[in-house]
């Protein structure tokens, strides 16, 4: 469950000509005088996603030095995200969240395998794990969850050298035609909002 992507409030989805072409949001431009060639497609604009795409804020090497995950429970935790702090693993919410309140629970030691986990570690993980679903049950009322760990680059996980263990919240019905024809995942609410949220009730709902 980083847990991010910069979200928009408030603002439409798909471009005015006048911001297609470069003038400003009184102006109105004619899209006829605009080059292209019209077809039956319309367009979900989603510019944040290029922080993903170009890798920002991913490591460029696998020390703990470069790793999100390790520099995050040094910093605030509304600038980190951080929901939930425990003696040896955080929740953190997922900077790329595949839904809304997508989490990830962390250990703050810096290691990539599940094996290498103490046993102080793997029952914190597990319960903060537990913790997370019921507060996000008591928040959000999901249907039901994906919980899981990617080990290793080659099973999909964009942060191979520090174990994290995702939370994602599923709905009825959640999954559209947007991530597979768009490869585009549509998420309503703010991060820094469902942070708040989350760990306002942590400590009633957990």
Not at 24 to 51: C, I, K, N, Y
Request: charged fraction near 20%.
């Amino acid at each position: 469950m980083s847990g991010d992507s910069a979200e928009g409030a408030g603002t439409s989805d798909r471009p005015t000509p006048s911001a297609a072409s470069g003038a400003t949001p009184s102006e109105v431009v004619d899209a006829a005088t605009l080059a292209g060639v019209p077809d039956a497609f319309q367009r979900l604009w989603t510019p944040h996603r290029m922080a993903y795409i170009d890798g920002d804020g991913k490591p460029s090497d696998a020390s703990a030095h470069e790793c999100p995950f390790c520099r995050g429970p040094q910093r605030a935790d509304e600038e980190s995200l951080i929901v939930r702090r425990g003696e040896t693993a955080f929740v953190v919410m997922n900077l790329y969240p595949y839904s809304p309140g997508h989490v990830l629970v962390c250990p703050y030691r810096h290691f990539s395998d599940y094996t290498q986990a103490t046993d102080a570690e793997v029952a914190e993980i597990a319960a903060l794990t537990q913790s997370a679903m019921r507060v996000l049950r008591a928040v959000s009322h999901p249907d039901g969850f994906n919980l899981g760990m990617n080990q290793g680059a080659v099973a999909g996980a964009g942060i191979a050298a520090h174990l994290h263990q995702h939370v994602v919240p599923r709905w009825a019905g959640d999954a559209n035609f947007l991530p597979i024809i768009g490869q585009t995942k549509a998420v309503p609410q703010l991060l820094g909002d469902a942070r708040a949220q989350l760990a306002d009730a942590w400590d009633t709902a957990a």
